[in-house]
């Protein structure tokens, strides 16, 4: 194996160290959050407050010496608040482009579901394109180009729905939940002299992550885990319990989230397995249950997991 896939690996174990040093007990969450980093794909985490979302979202943006910027959602943000505007310059009697806080490498779009939804769509050319559009000129944003919302759950006050449209848009969805009672006792114990973000230390640099992006490119997908993979999608429009089932962008994000995922565990080939870790991540946020299904008691993660046990999984594989 070449040595620079080495080196990578060995960073990609520095972050996740530097990550956990600020969130305990969360080691599945932030491989996700590494695996939509080095996928090229955007994270919603919808938590209560104060589980350490931000906390989390900044010490990654600290330990690969990305751009961050911060963006707080409510009612009276404006879609130019987001993308910039174009300023008029009276003595060079031209207009001036000023940019938003998107671009950047790490966005943090904190508490999404409390701006309006004509505010939400201002991130979707972003999201998917990787641009922003201002008066008819086109501007690209920085790479690695990556956005974190926050949202809280849609029963509190003052919130708005995402629509399905930028829910799909999301590659992964993730929920921290609160720690444990051990690690709540140690998060208290190394906050008593500082904070954890003020230790944070670069690991890495923005030219590293793109050059682990295009390594993912090169993970290798057998044709049989390949049908696995689209197995798993189609079934979720075929299952009675679903109205909604996944896109087939939902196909091309888990396709991937995939690829990421094993790189980030040092192989240079997508398992079986890996698909059944991540499609509660990839697809969950993306299937819309009839409500006769729920009200018998159907959830999203009860109608996926029933979908994996359904689906064949292949045995013999090419590497």
């Known amino acids: 194996m070449e040595s620079s896939y080495m080196e990578n690996y060995a960073i990609l174990r520095n972050i996740r160290n530097v990550l956990q040093t600020c969130i305990l007990g969360k ?3 932030i491989n996700m959050m590494l695996t939509a ?3 090229g794909g ?17 010490a990654l943006a600290k330990s690969i010496q990305g751009q961050f910027r911060r963006i707080q959602c409510n009612p009276d943000l404006l879609p130019t608040d987001i993308t910039g505007v174009s300023i008029y310059h009276p003595k060079q009697e031209t207009f001036i482009f000023r940019a938003g806080p998107v671009m950047t490498n790490i966005l ?9 939804t004509k505010t939400q769509s201002a991130l979707l050319e972003s999201m998917e394109e990787h641009s922003v559009t201002v008066d008819g000129e086109t501007y690209e944003l920085p790479k690695p180009f990556l956005l974190f919302a926050t949202q809280n759950p849609i029963d509190f006050e003052g919130t708005y729905a995402l629509p399905e449209a930028q829910l799909d848009r999301f590659m992964v969805k ?18 008593q002299q500082t904070h954890p973000l003020d230790l944070v230390k670069a690991v890495t640099d923005a030219q ?30 075929e ?3 679903v109205l909604l089932g996944a896109s087939p962008r939902a196909t091309i994000a888990l396709f991937h989230a995939v690829k990421a995922y094993a790189y980030i565990h040092e192989r240079t080939f997508v398992l079986p397995d890996d698909i059944k870790a991540l499609t509660p991540y990839v697809l969950g946020h993306r299937l819309m249950l009839h409500t006769e ?16 046990e359904q689906v064949k999984v292949p045995v013999r594989l090419e590497r």
Do not use: W
């Open 208 to 237: 590293r992550v793109r050059e682990m992006q295009e390594q993912v490119k090169s993970v290798h997908l057998d044709d049989a885990v390949a049908d696995y993979l689209v197995a798993v999608t189609r079934r979720t429009r």
């Open 37 to 39: 980093l080095l996928a």
């Open 293 to 308: 299904a729920r009200i018998n008691g159907a959830t999203v993660d009860s109608v996926l997991q029933s979908i994996l």
């Open 108 to 116: 943090l779009a904190d508490e999404i579901n409390r701006a309006t």
């Open 42 to 58: 955007h994270v919603l985490l919808e938590d209560v407050p104060g589980t350490g979302k931000t906390v989390l979202v900044k």
């Open 174 to 191: 993730l929920s921290l939940g609160y720690p444990d009672a051990a690690s709540e006792l140690k998060m208290l114990q190394s906050q």
């Open 27 to 29: 080691t599945d969450e």
């Open 239 to 241: 299952h009675p319990s």
